[in-house]
């Protein structure tokens, strides 16, 4: 094995199928946003559809993949740009409703499955910055 480090391994992004995965995953939540008036009413744009590309892009990277979103967004600094907007524990239940609902839709192979889970379900819980 010598010479062989993990930067040889496919990444998780290439795992669970790049690209159309991330954009799967990301309409399929939005879907779910845009359903739920409590949690659509927080998204200041009336088009999902920057909000979406933003959060894939966060996605994409954070996973392996392109680092498109530091190119166009600079550092992530995700709860500094939650800030501005109130993300109770109901915010919070609500987004990871949606978005395990998302990752259902993939059928993901394991253990890609539950990792992505857990880190969705852990970043929510990072992300609350208002108890009321
Ligand atoms: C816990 C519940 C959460 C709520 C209610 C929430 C809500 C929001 C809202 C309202 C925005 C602004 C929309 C926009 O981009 O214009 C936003 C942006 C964003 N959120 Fe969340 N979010 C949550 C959790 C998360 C988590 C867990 C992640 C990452 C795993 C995440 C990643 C992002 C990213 C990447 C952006 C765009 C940041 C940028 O401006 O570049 N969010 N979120």
């Known amino acids: 094995m010598d010479g062989v480090t993990t930067q040889d391994l496919p990444s998780f992004y290439e795992r669970v ?3 159309p995965t991330f ?3 990301v309409d ?12 659509r009413a927080m998204y200041p744009e009336e088009d999902l559809g920057p909000a979406s590309d ?3 892009l966060f996605l994409e990277q954070y996973w392996g993949g392109p680092k498109t979103y530091q190119e ?4 992530p600094r995700l ?3 939650h800030a501005p907007f109130a993300v109770t524990p109901d915010q919070r239940d609500r987004w990871v409703t949606h978005m395990l609902a998302a990752v259902d839709s993939l059928d993901l192979p394991e253990p890609e499955d539950a990792e992505l889970r857990e880190y969705l379900v852990r ?3 990072f992300m609350i910055n208002r108890f009321e």
């Open 123 to 125: 970043a929510a819980q």
């Open 28 to 39: 399929r939540f939005y879907e779910g946003v845009a359903g739920d008036p409590t949690l």
């Open 23 to 25: 954009k799967a995953l």
């Open 17 to 19: 199928g790049g690209a």
């Open 54 to 56: 933003r959060l894939r």
């Open 79 to 81: 709860r500094m740009r």
């Open 72 to 75: 166009t967004r600079g550092h």
